[in-house]
T-cell receptor
Framework: NAGVTQTPKFQVLKTGQSMTLQCAQDMNHEYMSWYRQDPGMGLRLIHY???????DQGEVPNGYNVSRSTTEDFPLRLLSAAPSQTSVYFCASSYSLAINNEQFFGPGTRLTVL | GQQLNQSPQSMFIQEGEDVSMNCTSS?????WLWYKQDPGEGPVLLIALYKAGELTSNGRLTAQFGITRKDSFLNISASIPSDVGIYFC???????????FGTGTLLAVQP
């Protein structure tokens, strides 16, 4: 298994541009989530999904959209990038939403918005 | 949003020394997790704790779920250079897998 994969690894955008961060997992996990990591802030939950067709907001959802059309994929969209969205983005997945299911993280996408 | 208070922020130690770090929360948690993040990688789970008072080991790592359910600590014994990285605590106060992360402890080990 490849586990959780994310593309691209690095991205530079200009303010106002849009882009999609890709996340895929091949472990047949139902639960997927997106976090952003900023210096001194730890990881903060952006959006999550408990299964195909179901998404919900996390702690910091503003400026981001998600969709879950398949079990494997959970893309994160930035509709109009802002410098405040400069961060490292991690996708994670687990077998279910149950509390005792280990979350596996992808390698991250490092985004800079100029 | 809610965050966990994790300390220390950073540690610079000699190889062979023991390390201790901890996390505290203002609210009760049902789960405490400890992750390690290597440079350029995503976090990897080290230890998961699900019961107040639980003490769990994973090799040279030992973690405890505080009896008040508002804190947890992680100890690393006899540190080695590959222990270098950022260690995060994470907690969950509800019945789902939505985690709240601490701010991280940067560990540097000098050979």
């Amino acid at each position: 298994n490849a586990g959780v994969t994310q593309t691209p690894k690095f991205q530079v955008l200009k303010t106002g541009q849009s882009m999609t961060l890709q996340c895929a997992q091949d472990m047949n996990h139902e639960y997927m989530s997106w976090y952003r990591q900023d210096p001194g802030m730890g990881l903060r939950l952006i959006h999550y999904s408990v299964g195909a067709g179901i998404t919900d907001q996390g702690e910091v959802p503003n400026g981001y959209n998600v969709s879950r059309s398949t079990t494997e994929d959970f893309p994160l969209r930035l509709l109009s990038a802002a410098p405040s969205q400069t961060s490292v983005y991690f996708c994670a997945s687990s077998y279910s939403l149950a509390i005792n299911n280990e979350q596996f993280f992808g390698p991250g996408t490092r985004l800079t918005v100029l | 949003g809610q965050q966990l208070n994790q300390s220390p922020q950073s540690m610079f130690i000699q190889e062979g020394e023991d390390v201790s770090m901890n996390c505290t929360s203002s609210s009760i948690f049902n789960t405490w997790l400890w992750y390690k993040q290597d440079p350029g990688e995503g976090p990897v789970l080290l230890i998961a704790l699900y019961k107040a008072g639980e003490l769990t080991s994973n090799g040279r790592l030992t973690a405890q779920f505080g009896i008040t359910r508002k804190d947890s600590f992680l100890n690393i014994s006899a540190s080695i250079p590959s222990d270098v990285g950022i260690y995060f605590c994470a907690g969950n106060g509800g019945a789902t897998n939505k985690l709240i992360f601490g701010t991280g402890t940067l560990l540097a080990v000098q050979p």
